[in-house]
């Protein structure tokens, strides 16, 4: 079986793309930006009917949530319309299509983890990047009948900056002092992401579908859990997003639930506990 990777030298394209390697029953047509620039609707199409997978996942988008707040046409163009060449294309050649998503579709005000059928924010109340998230799941609904769109949140992994490694540097530098304790969800580590979205390949499944890892914390309790690990004595000051002020809104209630995940692939993630000890054993 033939799987083709866009974004794969992200976080989860990186990781996704070397357990696909691993495999002897799966074939990988590794894309990153410059081999395949998802806004490129012609040059997406041509790859696509070239390569003929079986399988597409879109690992490529504009992820950097702030700077979507300034450059909103980018956002829209690769994560809305770009989502949708992928889609096109996938459905063009009859293969499965694999969409990841975000948790920042939904207004942030659940209180329980958030089924996959719970209604999306108000795009006008949400972050721009959460709106050209939301615009992306839309164009490939549109053009694929039946897609697999993989919401997930909080990721970090060994194949690009991410929160674990921003605040060792903070650490070791003497810079941490304050950490946002009012926004929960679930750490996710890009192996286990990954894992799941092979997964849910292997199990043929469709849908919306989200994959995290299991159990959930705020920024600060992930920050105590690093420093814990790392062996750094740092006590450090938990405070309120008020108190850290950004460009994008973030959701301040981001568990995910993974009902949906477990019935199709009978696995559940392991607890984000364990894999971020494992992330850290592998880092250092
Ligand atoms: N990271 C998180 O916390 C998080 C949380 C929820 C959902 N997600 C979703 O998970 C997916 C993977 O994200 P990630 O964390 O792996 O992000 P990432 O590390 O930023 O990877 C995204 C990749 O997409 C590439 N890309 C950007 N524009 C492109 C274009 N026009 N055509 C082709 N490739 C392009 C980037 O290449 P360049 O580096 O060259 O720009 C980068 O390699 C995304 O859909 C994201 O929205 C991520």
């Known amino acids: ?48 009917r070239r390569e003929r997978p079986n399988w597409i996942v879109n690992c490529a988008a504009f992820t950097q949530v702030d700077k979507c707040e300034t450059d909103e046409a980018l956002a829209t163009h690769v994560n809305g319309q770009g989502a949708g060449h992928v889609a096109a294309a996938a459905a063009d050649v009859d293969a499965g299509l694999i969409h990841v998503s975000t948790d920042y579709i939904f207004p942030g005000d659940a209180t329980t983890p958030i089924p996959t059928n719970a209604a999306p924010g108000d795009p006008g109340r949400l972050s721009a990047y959460g709106r050209s998230k939301l615009l992306g799941e839309q164009r490939v609904r549109q053009a694929h009948t039946n897609p697999t769109i993989v919401r997930t949140a909080w990721v970090y992994g060994h194949d690009g900056p991410c929160f674990p490694a921003a605040i060792l540097a903070l650490a070791r530098e003497g810079k941490l002092k304050k950490v946002v304790d009012d926004q929960r969800g679930s750490p996710t580590y890009a192996e286990d992401l990954a894992d799941g979205i092979l997964r849910l390949i292997d199990a043929d499944a469709t849908g919306d579908v989200h994959v995290v890892n299991d159990g959930a914390c705020t920024w600060c309790e992930f920050a105590v859990e690093i420093l814990r690990l790392a062996a750094i004595d740092l006590s450090i000051q938990p405070c309120t997003t008020a108190e850290f002020p950004r460009p994008a809104k973030r959701p301040a209630y981001s568990v995910l639930d993974l009902a949906r995940y477990e019935s199709l692939t009978s696995h559940r993630p392991r607890h984000w506990k364990d894999a971020i000890a494992d992330f850290m054993a592998d880092a250092s």
């Open 1 to 48: 079986m033939k799987i083709l990777v866009t974004g794969a030298n992200g976080l989860l394209g990186s990781a996704l793309a070397r357990q696909i390697a691993a495999r002897d029953d799966l074939t990988l047509i590794k894309t990153d930006r410059g081999q395949l620039d998802i806004t490129m609707a012609d040059a997406v199409l041509e790859t696509v």
